[in-house]
């Protein structure tokens, strides 16, 4: 069966900091894979999808980045965090168009 | 623009009624998805919708897609404390390099008092 991990579970990172956050699939190949962001109390905003190694699309501009170093590794980065940058990330995958699996979720505070 | 909107976005009600989460979008999208979200938690896929006039039940649960309408709706069923939680719908929509996306709504909060 697949499972989807996403580390670190907490995080608590100053303004101005870098940041990095892993997720991984297993049990499946190829997937779609997708970073979101919600913010307390709020819906889910797409950051950055990908279909592939390397292959990575931004919805909407900001500070953060994406990569996709494996097939099954998708990673978000930051050079420098913003006080806005809080909130709870998921990441999650799908096979083509079909149903989304989330991870556990990041909850990141910038102080 | 596409849009997808939940109502209501608050919502109280005794154990044992009945209601309806009603969830509208903007666009042709023929496949609906409906989730859950507890407290400090992840989302947890409760239905998929494929076509128009598909409906799915499990347990209180009981959702219905109606895509003339662009409507679905997320219908509970004597309602337990165990069902409050954050409802979330969502559509495909093709992104910027031709792949399927997910617009999620605002979500509906609901609580169920004893």
């Known amino acids: 069966s697949q499972t989807i991990h996403q580390w670190p579970a907490t995080l608590v990172q100053p303004v101005g900091s870098p940041l990095s956050l892993e997720c991984t699939v297993e049990?499946?190949?190829?997937?779609?894979l997708y970073w979101y962001r919600q913010a307390a109390g709020r819906g889910l905003q797409l950051l950055f999808y990908?279909?592939?190694?390397?292959?990575i699309s931004s919805e909407v501009p900001q500070n953060l980045s994406a990569s996709r170093p494996q097939d099954r590794q998708f990673i978000l980065s930051s050079k420098k965090l913003l006080l806005s940058d809080s909130g709870f990330y998921l990441c999650a995958w799908s096979v083509g168009a079909d149903t989304q699996y989330f991870g556990p979720g990041t909850r990141l505070t910038v102080l | 623009e596409l849009k997808v909107e939940q109502n209501p976005l608050f919502l109280s009600m005794q154990e044992g009624k009945n209601y309806t989460i009603y969830c509208n979008y903007s666009t042709t999208s023929d496949r609906l998805y409906w989730y859950r979200q507890d407290p400090g938690k992840s989302l947890e896929s409760l239905f998929v919708l494929l076509s128009n006039g598909a409906v799915k039940q499990e347990g209180r649960l009981m959702a219905s897609l109606d895509t003339k309408a662009r409507l679905s709706t997320l219908h509970i069923t004597a309602a337990v404390h165990d069902l409050s939680a954050t409802y979330f719908c969502?559509?495909?929509?093709?992104?910027?390099?031709?792949?399927?996306?997910?617009?999620f709504g605002t979500g509906t909060r609901l609580k169920v008092l004893a």
């Open positions: 049990g499946t190949s190829n997937p779609n």
């Open positions: 990908s279909v592939g190694i390397g292959q």
């Open positions: 969502a559509v495909d929509a093709v992104g910027s390099s031709g792949t399927y996306k997910y617009i």
